[in-house]
Nanobody, 122 residues
């Protein structure tokens, strides 16, 4: 069973920084990770992609966070991080970690963490 666990959310003032962490683990199986990423969902809104990073290190960011957020990963720990700087009140949302794994059939399966709340006060 695959487990995805996030940590690092909290309350911060506008202009401040937070760092989110996410680790994926599985018992009885070898993880073959295609990509890892972060999404966020504000109340009453859809879940949006924030940033992704593939196994070779290529990254992709939503326009709203470019230049402020940085995604990174530690392949040895099966972990992904999101450094968030210059936070704005509109960054307030529940942040979810996504892990996309290759399965034995050559397909891709998505796994999600439970989410962590980020609140930015003005």
């Amino acid at each position: 069973q695959v487990q995805v666990v996030e940590s690092g959310g909290g309350l911060v003032q506008a202009g401040g920084s937070l760092r989110l962490s996410c680790e994926v683990s599985a018992s009885g199986m070898v993880l073959s990770i295609n990509s890892m990423g972060w999404y966020r969902q504000a109340p009453g809104k859809q879940r949006d992609l924030i940033a992704t990073i593939i196994s070779r290190g290529g990254t992709n960011y939503a326009d709203s966070v470019k230049g402020r957020f940085t995604i990174s990963r530690d392949n040895g720990k099966n972990a992904v991080y999101l450094q968030m700087n210059s936070l704005k009140p509109e960054d307030t949302a529940f942040y979810y970690c996504n892990v996309r794994l290759w399965d034995v059939r050559g397909g891709l399966d998505d796994y999600w963490g439970q989410g962590t709340q980020v609140t930015v006060s003005s």
